[in-house]
């Protein structure tokens, strides 16, 4: 029996083994004369260490996975993707965000946080497909 998916969202998961390719981060210190170093380490430091992934929030009717798009694929390395079953996810939670709020998928001690517009749709849609599937 394959997943069925269910919903499908842009989004952007925080994701904390994340590297900015060397090539790339040496055209970013050339091209910012040097400067590129201290913003990129106070995003870091603001995020935990990590840094926002664009891609694609899919969530099945027996798990949840994001995806990286291209271009992030293309200039960092790292995980930077995850899938998780209903069975691995002990909580998930919500919180408010600058502009979109953040998904918080709790399993195993770690956090899956991912930001998108319409999450509270999507925490209740996840916290369904969880309960039906996980007794």
């Known amino acids: 029996m394959s997943s069925q998916l269910v919903m499908s969202r842009a989004a952007n998961a925080l994701c ?3 590297e900015v390719r060397p090539s790339v981060n040496w055209f970013m210190r050339w091209a910012t004369l040097g400067t590129w170093d201290w913003p990129f380490r106070w995003l870091r430091k603001q995020n935990g260490g990590g840094l926002w992934v664009g ?3 899919l969530v099945f009717d027996d798990h ?3 995806k990286p ?3 992030n694929r293309a200039l960092q390395t790292g995980s930077m993707g995850f899938d998780l079953t209903w069975s691995e996810i002990d909580e998930i939670g919500w919180r408010a965000g600058l502009l979109t709020s953040i998904i918080e998928l709790r399993h195993g001690g770690q956090v899956e946080a991912v930001r998108c517009f319409g999450t509270k749709k ?3 849609e996840i916290k369904a497909l969880r309960s039906a599937k996980v007794s």
Do not use: K, P, T
């Open 16 to 18: 904390v083994s994340v």
């Open 55 to 57: 891609g694609r929030l």
């Open 64 to 66: 949840v996975e994001f």
């Open 69 to 71: 798009n291209i271009a």
């Open 122 to 124: 999507l925490v209740n």
